[in-house]
């Protein structure tokens, strides 16, 4: 994947630290104690900043530095991968269904939300929905594979019991990946980070720029647009 997009996970700038995104944190969940060592000055400089701004940023801080500290990422094996944003993984003897945070990739099967998604949008039925979603899902499945074992980090859960996740791969956090690659947009009600939200209209703008996946042709753009400005 040439075109995988790495931002760094501490920016410094003249008069003020940039935050530490909990989405990029999830690359650092083996940190060793060298790695922690490194960034140890720049997040100790970047708690002080922050402080000022309130209690509550602080406490996020704190929250953060326990990731760094003691690490987070679970390991799951892969399963089945649903759709584009969908994995069902096992770990530590159970069944994790996974709902990739952050994105969301058109529906792969004929289903209800498959029919509501479309009538949301002029010029797109239905079966145009579900094809581009088959596209975005043969996308994961070349990402992921049966058996494998994959970090991930659970961030909640949504009204349908699916744990909301990110999840790593040997090319990159999966949740960047998608939308990077041009099979998936952000789902903008659901992302309440600014660092986040940044990051993912750099990747937005870069797929859609470079023509990659579902935005290299009419009926893909159609349907990303469609997803994009719910």
């Not at 239905?126 to 979603?133: C, P, R, T």
């Amino acid at each position: 994947m040439k075109w995988i997009y790495k931002e760094a996970v501490i920016k410094k700038t003249i008069g003020e630290a940039s935050i530490i995104s909990p989405f990029v944190m999830a690359n650092i969940s083996t940190a060793s104690i060298n790695n922690i060592k490194g960034i140890a000055v720049p997040l100790i400089v970047f708690c002080y900043i922050v402080s000022k701004k309130g209690v509550g940023m602080f406490k996020k801080i704190m929250v953060y530095l326990s990731i760094i500290t003691f690490g987070f990422a679970d390991i799951g094996i892969l399963e089945k991968v649903v759709d584009g944003d969908t994995l069902k993984l096992y770990s530590e003897g159970k069944r994790i269904v996974c709902r990739i945070a952050f994105i969301d990739t058109p529906e792969s099967k004929l289903n209800k939300k498959a029919k509501r998604d479309a009538s949301k949008c002029k010029g797109i039925t239905a079966s145009s929905m579900v094809e581009a979603g088959k596209i975005a899902t043969g996308f994961a499945k070349k990402i992921f594979k049966k058996g494998k074992k994959y970090s991930f980090k659970i961030t909640g859960q949504d009204r349908y019991g699916r744990f909301i996740c990110i999840v790593d791969t040997p090319y990159g956090i999966y949740n960047e990946l998608a939308v990077e690659s041009g099979y998936a947009v952000p789902y903008w009600r659901y992302i309440k980070n600014y660092s986040i939200e940044r990051k993912f209209r750099i990747l937005l703008k870069d797929a859609k720029q470079h023509r990659r996946g579902l935005w290299s042709s009419a009926l893909g753009i159609k349907v990303m647009q469609c997803l994009e400005e719910r």
